[in-house]
């Protein structure tokens, strides 16, 4: 069993900020990319940030400069910091991982549960 657990998730005003964490637990073996992607209402679901194992980021270009990911691979946990924040921003956030598991050697993607994020004043 693998499971990604997702808080941070709230409400805030335009120019805030909130920190989404998402934590990877369970059979687990190795951890390579982790992901944040969010949906928001009748939209698909899109990818905000990616960290690779070593450390290597990419951003969508509506969250450069505003948003930052991180990750802590001895917790096998990933961080995004979210700074001024808009409307635009408001949808659920999920985490993703490729995960390795430790009972079958198997690699897989797996998400988290999602959190949402609403910005507005």
């Known amino acids: 069993q693998v499971q990604l657990v997702e808080s941070g998730g709230g409400s805030v005003q335009p120019g805030g900020s909130l920190r989404l964490s998402c934590a990877a637990s369970?059979?687990?073996?190795?951890?390579?990319?982790m992901e944040w992607y969010r949906q928001g209402p009748g939209n698909l679901r899109t990818l905000v940030a990616g960290?690779?194992?070593?450390?290597?980021?990419n951003y969508d270009e509506r969250v450069k400069g505003r948003f930052t990911i991180s990750r802590d691979n001895a917790k096998n946990t990933v961080i995004l910091q979210m700074n001024s924040l808009s409307p635009e921003d408001t949808a659920a956030y999920y985490c993703?991982?490729?995960?390795?598991?430790?009972?079958?050697?198997?690699?897989?993607?797996?998400w988290g549960q999602g959190t949402q994020v609403t910005v507005s004043s």
């Open positions: 960290i690779t194992h070593g450390g290597s980021t």
């Open positions: 369970g059979s687990i073996s190795a951890i390579s990319a």
């Open positions: 993703k991982a490729e995960i390795q598991r430790s009972d079958s050697g198997v690699w897989g993607d797996y």
